[in-house]
């Protein structure tokens, strides 16, 4: 397993543009499960899990080409299994969200039970129980989920929890159901929108995505008369959040492009409210730009000389509340303050995997509960340390920018899952950053 070693402190400078965002594309490759039409998806980022899922869909029978210019094409008019094994779902929870589509397409599907991030128990009883409204029966059998169905129905399902899988699966379910379905309580998140849109693109009918009621008219087929459907994912709001996070944490000037804010309304507030200094540049003020459809611009300055950083209380919570993705980087921005700080995680329990090693780096954090005590003023110093889920890791990334010496973070898949040529744009800012092949561990 590969490690990086990061030489702290780092002085950042430099530009880095945003990938589009992980969060969306797994659903979106997904969606495509739905589609009678052959689909381009222009701009899937390199990630770990999109490999994961494009072989799924592959074992699905799914004819996947993946272009030279990054645009991968896919054709999913015919399929061959409907089992989405152990093997393939263990390494990520996304997969599940087969079960929905398949189940609308062809009546049946077998998912194995999910895996994934090794944070709390992350159970699928929103997707069951919604799926059982639409009309599916469902069988829990030898570590998977059978689901079938004569005739999907559409139904009102109200959420017991904005889950944000769940609500994917049932809007990707309810596409090809007889009627009108409603999802109250639905989850809100941008990445629900863009899925939305996707779906609507290929010939479905989504209504209200990014407000708590939405709406699926459901139709016989995704189809249209269009011969050649292409589509460009959300930049990734949870990336960008992390690089804006560290031009922070090491006081630097650094340009994050390709951003939009207006999906990180809550993140902003926070780091303004602890006193970082930074500006958003739209595209009609960013007379450089040449590019019609660009998104926003984030440039991060140091701080004014004598500001220093504030603790905050943060609570996680849906969207548009602060998300639990950044939740670990935030904490991490949180040792430089010089006041201490409380975050609560109300999404996920024992989503706190980085306290302990971070605290290895000579970090102050007390867990109670769902909330973390944070020690401010905290000079973290160089330590081995262990990814032990994607965004935990990050926050390790960030605390070895400012540590001095030679961090060494371990089981960086962690980090390739989700976050696309990592150590490229840490070099780009200007960190040193070597990537060495590991052992087994
Ligand atoms: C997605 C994101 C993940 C993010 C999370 C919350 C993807 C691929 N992953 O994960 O990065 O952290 O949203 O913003 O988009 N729950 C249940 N029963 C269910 C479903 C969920 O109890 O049937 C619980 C989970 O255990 C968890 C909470 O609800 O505690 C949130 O889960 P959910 O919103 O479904 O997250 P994911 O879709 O798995």
């Known amino acids: 397993m590969d490690k990086l070693i990061i030489t702290g402190p780092s002085q950042l400078k430099g530009k880095i543009r945003v990938s589009s965002s992980k969060n969306s594309s797994l659903p979106i490759m997904v969606a495509t499960l739905l589609s009678e039409n052959i689909v ?14 494009l072989k799924l869909l592959k074992n699905l029978g799914a004819e996947i080409e993946e272009k030279d ?5 896919f054709n999913t008019c015919k399929l061959n299994s409907y089992e989405a094994n152990y093997e393939m779902v263990k390494t990520m929870r996304a997969s599940f969200l087969v079960i929905g589509p398949l189940l609308a397409r062809y009546g049946k599907a077998s998912v194995s039970l ?11 009883d929103i997707h069951l129980d919604g799926l059982a409204k639409l009309g599916a029966e469902i069988d829990l ?3 998977y989920v059978h689901a079938s169905a004569k005739k999907l129905k559409g139904a009102e399902i109200l959420l017991s929890f904005p889950s944000v899988g769940a609500t994917e699966n049932l809007m990707m379910c309810a596409s090809l159901a007889e009627g009108t379905t409603v999802i109250k309580n639905a989850a809100r998140e941008p990445e629900i929108i863009d899925l939305a849109n996707f779906i609507n693109k290929m010939g479905g009918h989504v209504y209200g995505a990014g407000t ?7 139709v016989k087929s995704i189809r249209t008369e269009v011969d050649y459907i292409d589509y460009n994912v959300i930049p990734d709001r949870i990336e960008a959040s992390t690089y804006i996070i560290a031009g922070i944490i090491t006081n630097s000037h650094i340009v994050v492009e390709n951003v939009i804010t207006k999906h990180m309304d809550a993140i902003f507030d926070v780091l303004k409210n602890m006193g970082a200094n930074f500006k958003i540049i739209s595209p009609e003020k960013n007379i450089n730009n040449a590019h019609a459809n660009e998104n926003d611009i984030v440039e991060i300055f140091p701080r004014v000389e004598g500001v220093e950083l504030k603790g905050i209380h943060v609570d996680t919570a849906p969207y548009p509340g602060f998300p639990t993705d950044v939740q670990a980087q935030l904490m991490a921005l949180a040792l430089s303050a010089n006041s201490p700080s409380v975050i ?5 329990e024992n989503r706190f995997m980085h306290v302990p090693e971070l605290n290895r780096m000579g970090a102050n954090i007390l867990l109670k509960g769902n909330s973390a005590f944070i020690e401010g003023n905290t000079k973290l110093t160089a330590a081995p340390v262990m990814c032990t889920d994607l965004r935990a890791s990050a926050a390790l990334i960030l605390a070895a920018l400012v540590a001095e010496c030679e961090t060494e973070i371990c089981r960086v898949y962690h980090l390739d899952r989700g976050y696309e040529f990592i150590d490229r744009k840490l070099t780009n800012l200007n960190v040193l950053v070597k990537r060495v092949p590991g052992g087994p561990f």
């Open 40 to 53: 381009t998806i222009n701009n899937l980022p390199k990630l770990r899990d999109v490999s994961t899922m």
């Open 69 to 73: 210019d990054g645009k991968v094409v």
């Open 114 to 124: 999910p895996g994934g991030c090794a944070i709390g128990a992350r159970s699928i």
């Open 141 to 143: 059998r030898g570590g």
């Open 212 to 218: 708590s009621d939405i709406t699926i008219e459901g």
């Open 344 to 348: 609560t995680e109300h999404i996920f």
